[in-house]
């Protein structure tokens, strides 16, 4: 209990370093070993061939088998290094394996042939990161458009997300009236219905408001998300309402309040938003999937995941293509982290 | 005029269908073709919601080949039905509404069929026989398992968790699937008797229990990773795997493909695959029919089945053979393996496969065999479950 | 800096604000903050809700809801036929009820887990360390990946010749196939769902506490509080209106649970780690039979769930709170 | 300073008489103003006093149209206003906790009304250089309130008053948290802001010299009911009861019960004290208290009617000394000295009152007695 | 009240000597204590005054161990504290912000500190309503901070300092809400506590009778440095330098300057003062300035070496007033006198100091002028 304890609580930089700087550390330290180890593998992983990706047990580095062009051979030949019989120890060219037994030429002696088993011989690689898996991502669809209809539903999405949920929010944290309790049970009732199982009357309705088959289609739908509108007003409802009554005071129109106090002060909370719904629409798949139909509408998820089949997936493409799509969202949150880091210390009161 | 074309593909289908479009367009000014290439999940969920909304594509290749069919285009008045009929023959049931029906609706672009791959090598370092033509799934099962603990090699077999997969041997053990009026049964003596054997060699260890053991409900696994990796002896997948095998395995061992394995009735794999289909909602019916015939000339089908790796479907490029393009020896006489496989498919597969409610059969058999494979159920309860699964399935599709 | 690119646009809003401001009196303007989120929000969350009503009364496989006919309450009855609602052997829907009993222990330890775990993050991050900005990064992460590849990479790490197996082994320990035990896949759904979403909730919670003012702190050190019980008295009921938040959110995404669990195990071995929603989606969306109304019916038992859930869950809050 | 133009659509400007009608508040159960009664004329400086948490905030807030008033009626300019929002009402505030915009640098919070009032960018930094330079705070005008002392802040939230030059300004004890030097400076600011303004003032204060110097008339508030309202040296000299003559004088007034006997005074300690005679109705037996400010206290040589008192402390202020005592009855009085006094704690002393300066008020009401009864009257400006 | 046992592990109880040695702070940039020596003796109530924004709140706070030392060393009790957290360090602080616990009520705000000190629960109610009482808070117990009045806060944040009767006291600004009658009570308690406890007393107010009041003695800063230490009546009768003696006493001092001539002061408004002899070291032709306190300067018949004023304004506080007036050379001075003056706007005054409290300065440095030179020794308790 007393380690666990001992982090509950922010301390302040005073150069020494008290143990329980050492406990959040190793705690960061696990972290960053059991969240970041995973996603480096992934990273890794994106540059393996598929054959690489399929090998058990699989290795943290993209290898390649070494190959050498000799003379009288048409393709290149895989390198091996024999461990047993009487070439043990030397690096051999294999021209072709028949059955248990492999014919391989040593490089310097192209023209002949030896036979080994080929239990003796194991394959020389190196690191070699496949690059054409970014470069078939890139060479079999135009990549920018759906890069630029991704960029545009994301933020033309967020941006209505976030205006017109924090709008809500504010309304159901700041001001008194009647239906106000109704209105957050029916949001918080709704925010938990999920997408997944109303789908089909959802593309219904969309249908019926003809945005199907446009970014509108996949923008509107989802920008009145109940998890924002909870979040931001939870969080509004900490600001004191006495810097509010300044703000009247100083004849400001609630709608000034709203966006020149309100606003601001929750910054922390709009940038969370910010990022999940970025997240959240960038990575989005399923919707897009049903309401855009024609491929130059397609997000970059939707272009991208093509590469699923029925019975197969290509891992290597889609390794590819998930970090590539990480990226921007990586920046993103990169940029407005610190908006949530920097919050109000004190309220300007007395 | 513009066509939409909603396609997936397991590997370059869309791309080598898509040249030969590009040579339609050629011939067909003013037609231009846009190939919607999409993920799996979109045909197999999504088109037929977009369908019965009416805002579907103009053509789609699809799977679900007679789930999809009230809504397809018949292209009989457009095409020639002599050619159609002798080229493709019975696999045009497979997209028709019923037995009553005569209507051409699909190009099987892609005929597939299930059947077993081996790793040769471990057989010869095991100095075990490969079992004949002839051999039970016994047979193989005793034969797999020797070579499995002669090589220390951690599975004898696998089949791919599918209820398609396991339709061909349970048909092998004399699964009838449906009754003597042709409404589906499923559940009978033959099913029962290859459920019980395979949930045994599940729990023997004979089948690796990592593929239908560790996953649920109606996800689908395969086991080429293991097999590619050494790890299986004996894998019931099918001739999709074909390319797969192919590259990833490269010369680590040598492999191959034989007949599916036998039982009392039948030694018999499942045929399957996809076909191109137009829809009845395209403002082009003429252009749409005009385009699938064009894909099933004959050059053109031999082209699209010899670029993408495929059996033909098409009786006069069957026969002919076809000549794969970039593809090993090993690969091409594995493709060549299954297709001889084709003559010997039981007609109750052949049915099955054309039976418009298929999936529902499929998704049910799967879901309930997984569950006695883990115990949850015994496969008695697994039995009489399915049939209700089946009962509430026929119910609400309105049969 | 964002802010100062919108403000002419505001600006511009403004004006009509005002008007109404003035028509309308401040009480009734909160409607008008209101509007766009109502409207947006009944047309297309509230709506389809609605409609799944209609589906869930009617039978066949039609989607129009129009070709499909009246049953009544047939679907219900169905799913809620059982001799004993805590053995799912038992149901008529045996799935529906293991998927139930599976998503309640399953929202018991996720939310348990997630709601510690994510607070002791940002506990951590909350204090002043080095490279701050670096470590929230890396805990929020995970939460950028796709439910696809999270599933991935954990399979990766558990199969049987897993990264996790090899350091067994290393160690002395035994490898075990993790997935294929019942107990062990739940665990590792939790596990993975835990570690998925943490960053998330981790990221509320900063800005929770950075929302508490410093004096107060100060106050508090002042006052001799050890820090445990400076976390007990001032940081954790401060920090209530967020736990509540995360609570909230942590309840329903337990519930909603799906993409990266039908990833990662498809729902199995057997059904161990089927949940709600994949029974839902399974059963009227994702394949065949497409049982649009038993799937209908079944979405709308849990929603009632949940909204009774949630009332309970802000009751207790808000007496905690209070008392 | 240039003025920005209010609009107050309501209102007219001009008027900014400020009419409390029996007004009442009660959060909940607790009744914290009860029936107030007052009017504030244009252009009148009218400060509040009362003991902590008496309802001075309250009636500010409920002014300002930030609080509701639970009954009653409050007018401004004529106009019920009981329901116009604050924004509307025209008026300026300080508050009591500052309320600064934590998220705004000290010129944006100075600038944020004048914006709203569509000011022109140019005429709002002009003002707001002017008011800061005024309050002292013109280099601090890009820094965060959290970096500012707590004087600072509270400056800027007067200035962020003062820019707006409204017609009726609200101070909620605005210079509670300066310096003397510098409070000084800002009491004579205010008084120039309204000399030049005539705007309407309403001022909280707890500062006895704030009140007395400032104010045109002063409320005592107790207990959210108004005690007595006048001038400032009205209420010095003639408070209307115990309570407004303890309250205002600092040192408080020394208060010794006692009886009428026979037209004088007989103290409970037993002494007598003769009482002018025509400046008080007075009725044998009655029990009566009697006040005595602390400078009119006087130390003389032994008398007989000299109070005998024993010094307890001393205070010694520098310009001035206060004397606490006790009596031999045991009650406590203190002496205002003016200088540094030489007496010694443990030191005699007798007192004698300046019977020019007595207070006599009935012990059971604590009403002042007086011969004549008009009190309460609002006096003049002195 | 019952002493709940501290736990200071680091720092024995008994000795609470508070030394600062050249203690520095910057924010940023900007250096706001630059180089502070001062030492507080255990048992010693000592007031910090100085002008609003001086860093009177920073050092309390770097003494509690809130805020961190730029460079320099804190010493209690002879031991550096510098790097010993606030919790450790066993005092008590009341913030000029109050930053009460606002999710706890008064009763919990009170009790919480001693909770932390595992004092026994019957106790910690004990002590609570008896500091609650002498707060005249009692019956807010339940009350959260929201629903308190300004003065209610402010006395809950004192009495969660007094409760815990740590061995070092810091009060910032404790009494600045309060209105003067509970501030002259809680300057008693205080007082008392301190009597009581012998607790060493950090104190920082603005209200000049506190701090003459309750000091032993008072440090003067200004912008970072201390300018003077010393008890109050020596600050106030030989105040350094310009600015304490400007700093110190409420009005300040009337400052005149001149040169000295031949032994006696030209005023640069052409008046001569005489100064007495061997109390000022002068210099002849030396620039200094005259500092005259304004109750030192009296209205006199006119005379030769009589300062002709005119009455700008009247301050009438009742009990005193303050006269405003500009010398005929334009200089403004300021008279206090007691009681109420007839003096009004306008009339001409002649005014001459009192020669035995004259004040003198050197112009350019600012230093006073004195025969001997023994400046700034912290003299005993007067
Ligand atoms: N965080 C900060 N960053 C920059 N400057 C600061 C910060 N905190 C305080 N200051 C500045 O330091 C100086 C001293 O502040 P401090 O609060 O100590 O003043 P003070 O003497 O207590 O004043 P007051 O009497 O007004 O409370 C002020 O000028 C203030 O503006
Ligand atoms: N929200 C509230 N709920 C209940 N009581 C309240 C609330 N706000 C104020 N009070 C009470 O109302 C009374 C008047 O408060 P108010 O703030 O007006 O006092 P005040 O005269 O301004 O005092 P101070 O001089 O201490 O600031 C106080 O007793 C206070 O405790
Ligand atoms: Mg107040
Ligand atoms: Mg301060």
């Known amino acids: 209990m007393a380690n666990v304890t001992a982090f509950l609580t922010r301390t302040r930089g005073r150069g020494r370093l008290h143990w329980t700087d050492w406990a959040s550390y190793a705690y960061l330290a696990l972290g960053v070993f059991l969240m970041f180890g995973p996603v480096i593998w992934l990273v890794v992983s994106s540059f393996k061939t598929q054959a690489e990706l399929d090998r058990f047990p699989p290795r943290f580095l993209p290898y390649a088998p070494e190959t050498v062009q000799l003379d009288g051979h048409a393709e290149p030949l895989p390198l091996f290094r024999v461990t047993d019989g009487p070439l043990a120890g030397e690096t051999v060219a294999q021209v072709r394996r028949i059955g248990l037994t492999s014919q391989v030429v040593r490089p310097e002696a192209p023209g002949e042939v030896v036979k080994i088993n080929r239990a003796d011989r194991v394959p020389v690689e190196r690191v070699k990161p496949a690059l054409e898996n970014y470069r078939t991502l890139f060479e079999r669809f135009d990549f920018m458009r759906y890069f630029w209809n991704s960029t545009f539903i994301t933020l033309t999405a967020t941006a209505i997300t976030l205006l017109v949920n924090s709008m809500a929010a504010f309304a159901l944290a700041k001001y008194e009236f009647r239906g106000r309790g109704a209105v957050v049970a029916l949001v918080i009732g709704v925010l938990m219905v999920p997408q997944s199982v109303v789908l089909v009357p959802l593309f219904m309705v969309t249908r019926e408001f003809g945005m199907l088959d446009s970014p509108w289609g996949v923008i509107i739908p989802g920008a009145a998300t109940p998890t924002g509108v909870f979040l931001l007003r939870q969080y509004m409802l900490t600001i004191p309402d006495e810097i509010l009554d300044a703000a009247r005071m100083d004849k400001a129109s609630e709608w000034k309040i709203f966006w020149r106090i309100v606003l601001p002060l929750s910054a922390p909370a709009i940038a969370v938003l910010a990022i999940l719904s970025i997240m959240w629409r960038w990575n989005d798949f399923l919707w897009p999937l049903i309401a855009l139909s024609r491929s130059e509408n397609y997000t970059l998820q939707l272009a991208l995941n093509s590469f699923q089949g029925e019975m197969r997936t290509e891992w290597s493409s889609l390794l590819a293509m998930t970090v590539l799509t990480l990226l921007p969202v990586a920046l993103v949150f990169a940029f407005l982290q610190k908006y949530i880091a920097t919050g109000i210390a004190s309220t300007g009161g007395k | ?399 | 800096m964002l802010l100062r690119l919108i403000s002419p646009l505001m600006n511009v809003v403004d004006l009509p604000m005002r008007a109404l401001q003035r028509r309308l009196g401040i009480s009734r303007l909160a409607w008008v903050f209101l509007l766009p989120n109502l409207l947006l929000f009944g047309t297309f969350a509230f709506l389809p809700i609605l409609l799944n009503f209609a589906y869930a009364f009617t039978g066949t496989d039609n989607i129009l809801l129009l070709d499909r006919t009246f049953v009544g309450a047939e679907n219900f009855a169905q799913l809620l036929d059982c001799d004993s609602y805590l053995d799912p052997n038992t149901c008529a829907r045996d799935l529906f009820w293991r998927a139930v009993h599976n998503t309640a222990w399953f929202i018991v330890m996720q939310v348990g887990f997630m709601v510690g775990f994510s607070l002791l993050t940002a506990l951590v991050l909350n204090r002043e360390i080095k490279a701050r900005g670096f470590f929230r990064a890396v805990f929020f992460f995970p939460v950028l990946l796709s439910p696809v590849v999270v599933a991935l990479v954990w399979k990766w790490v558990l199969q049987r010749n897993g990264i996790l197996n090899a350091g067994l082994e290393a160690v002395g320990m035994d490898s075990v196939v993790w997935l294929l035990d019942r107990h062990w896949a739940f665990f590792w759904s939790v596990f993975l769902s835990v570690w998925a979403h943490m960053g998330f909730y981790t990221l509320i919670l900063l800005a929770g506490l950075q929302a508490i003012p410093r004096d107060v702190y100060e106050a508090a050190v002042m006052d001799a509080a050890g820090p445990w019980r400076t976390f007990r008295r001032i940081t954790l009921p401060l920090l209530m209106p967020t736990m509540l938040v995360v609570m909230v959110l942590a309840l329903i995404k337990g519930v909603q649970t799906f993409d990266e669990i039908y990833a990662f195990t498809g729902g199995g071995p057997g059904s161990a780690t089927t949940f709600i929603i994949q029974y839902i989606y399974e059963t009227g969306f994702g394949g065949a039979p497409r049982l649009f109304g038993p799937a209908a019916a079944a979405s709308l038992l849990l929603a009632l769930l949940l909204v009774a859930l949630t009332v309970i869950q802000l009751w207790i809050t808000r007496r905690s709170s209070n008392g | 300073m240039t003025t920005a133009g209010e609009q107050t659509p309501h209102i007219s400007r001009r008027t900014a008489r400020l009419e409390l009608r029996n007004v009442t508040k009660s959060f909940g159960k607790a009744e914290v103003i009860r029936g107030v009664d007052l009017t504030v004329e244009q252009g009148e400086f009218c400060v509040f006093v009362g003991p902590s948490g008496c309802g001075k905030s309250t009636l500010l807030r409920m002014i300002s149209g930030l609080e509701n008033v639970t009954a009653g009626e409050i007018r401004i300019g004529g106009d019920v206003v009981n329901d116009v929002p604050a924004a509307e009402r025209g008026l300026a505030m300080v508050f009591q906790s500052y309320a600064l915009y934590p998220h705004m640098s000290v010129r944006q919070n100075l600038s944020f009304g004048l914006e709203n009032l569509r000011t022109p960018r140019g005429q709002i930094a002009e003002t707001v250089e002017e008011v800061a330079a005024m309050l002292q705070i013109d280099m601090l005008l890009d820094r965060r309130p959290k970096d500012l002392s707590g004087g600072q802040r509270q400056r800027v939230a007067i200035g962020r008053a003062v820019v707006r030059e409204p017609r009726i300004f609200l101070f909620d004890e605005p210079l509670s948290n300066l310096d003397a030097e510098l409070r000084v400076e800002m009491r004579g600011e205010i008084s120039r802001l309204h000399a030049r303004l005539g705007n309407t003032m309403v001022y909280v204060t707890h500062d006895q010299v704030e009140a007395m110097t400032m104010a045109d008339r002063i409320v005592v508030l107790r207990d959210g009911q108004v005690e007595q309202v006048g001038a400032p040296l009205e209420l010095y000299n003639s408070p209307a009861n115990l309570f407004v003559a303890g309250f205002i004088g600092s040192p408080r007034m020394n208060f010794l019960t006692g009886r009428v006997e026979a037209g004088r005074l007989r103290l409970d300690n037993g002494q007598m004290v003769d009482v002018p005679h025509g400046k008080f109705s007075l009725e044998d037996g009655a029990a009566v208290t009697l006040g005595v400010r602390p400078n009119h206290l006087i130390p003389v040589a032994e008398t007989v009617s000299g109070l005998h008192a024993t010094v307890r402390g001393i205070e010694q202020l520098g310009g001035d000394s206060y004397v606490h005592a006790v009596t031999a009855a045991g009650e406590a009085v203190s002496l205002h000295r003016p200088g540094q006094t030489d007496l010694t704690v443990g030191a005699e002393v007798y007192l004698e009152p300046d019977p020019d300066q007595l207070h006599l008020f009935d012990t059971a009401t604590g009403r002042a007695l007086r011969a004549d009864p008009a009190r309460d009257s609002s006096a003049e400006k002195s």
């Open chain 2, 1 to 399: 005029q513009e066509i939409r074309f909603m396609c997936y593909s397991d590997g370059n289908e869309c791309e080598a269908a898509g040249e030969i479009i590009e040579r339609f367009e050629a011939e067909n000014d003013g037609v231009s073709v846009v190939i919607d290439k999409v993920p799996y999940k979109a045909i197999l969920e999504n088109l037929p919601v977009q369908l019965a909304a009416g805002t579907g594509p103009d053509m789609a290749k699809v799977t679900d080949l007679g789930g999809l069919s009230k809504y397809y285009l018949d292209l009989a008045p457009h095409v020639d039905r002599a050619y159609w009929e002798e080229s493709f023959g019975p696999i045009l049931d497979w997209y028709r509404k019923g037995p009553d029906d005569d209507g051409i609706y699909g190009l099987h672009s892609q005929l597939t069929i299930t059947g077993p791959f081996i790793n040769r090598t471990l057989f010869d370092q095991a100095e075990v026989e490969v079992p004949g033509p002839d051999a039970t799934w016994d047979d193989w099962a005793e034969a797999t398992r020797k070579v499995a603990e002669a090589t220390e090699t951690p599975f004898a077999m696998a089949i791919d968790r599918s209820g398609h997969r396991i339709a061909g041997p349970a048909i092998s053990y004399g699964a009838k699937l449906f009754g003597e009026d042709g409404t589906p049964t499923l559940v009978d003596e033959g099913f029962t008797t290859f459920a019980q054997k395979f949930v045994d060699w599940n729990k023997d260890g004979t089948m690796a229990p990592d593929v239908w053991g560790a996953a649920g409900g109606t996800t689908y696994q395969d086991a080429a990773q293991e097999f590619i990796n050494g790890e299986l002896v004996f894998y019931y997948s099918g001739s999709w795997n074909v390319q797969r095998m192919d590259s990833s395995i490269g010369d680590a061992f040598d492999w191959e493909v034989v007949g599916s394995p036998c039982g009392p009735a039948a030694c018999t794999g499942m045929p399957g695959g996809a076909g191109i289909v137009g829809f009845e909602q395209t403002q082009h019916p003429e252009i749409v029919a005009k385009l699938i015939d064009f894909l099933a000339e004959k050059e053109n089908y031999a082209d699209l089945t010899a670029k993408s790796l495929n059996i033909p479907a098409h009786a006069a490029v069957a026969a002919e053979g076809v000549t794969y393009e970039g593809a090993s020896e090993q690969a091409a006489a594995a493709l060549n393996a299954f297709a001889a496989q084709v003559p010997t498919v039981s007609p109750i597969a052949f049915a099955y496969q054309g039976y418009k409610n298929n999936r529902a059969m499929f998704n049910i058999s799967l879901a309930r065999v997984s569950q006695a494979i883990v115990g949850e159920l015994t496969v008695e309860e697994a039995m009489a479950r399915a049939k209700d699964d089946l009962a509430q399935a026929l119910a609400e599709s309105g049969e």
